[in-house]
């Protein structure tokens, strides 16, 4: 499943506080997929989660309207990619 999320991952999306870019994850999928699944299974057994995919960088961009109006202003984060892909998988587990 690793193996077939990394790939589709979106380069045009900004890197997350963890400094990786989603083009180096889709890059090196090959080599990530068995250390990553290592990680994803220790994290649901253990219910604990890496606490830098926890993490967020939270920028507030402008919606529409007049920019000095900080109601049109909404908050976009970005976080992690390999914290995404835990949660792509748990949702795919769920559903």
């Not at 690793?2 to 083009?23: W, Y």
């Not at 997929?33 to 219910?47: D, M």
């Amino acid at each position: 499943m690793i193996s077939d999320l990394l790939p589709n991952l979106d380069m045009q999306r900004s890197m997350g506080p963890d400094g990786i870019h989603s083009r180096v994850l889709r890059e090196l999928a090959e080599v990530l997929t068995k250390p990553l699944s290592i990680i994803y299974q220790q994290s649901w057994l253990t219910g604990e989660v890496p606490v830098d995919w926890m993490l967020a960088n939270v920028t507030p961009i402008c919606k529409k309207g007049w920019n000095k109006d900080l109601g049109n202003y909404r908050p976009v984060s970005l976080t992690s990619g390999m914290g995404k892909v835990m949660g792509q998988i748990i949702f795919s587990g769920i559903t």
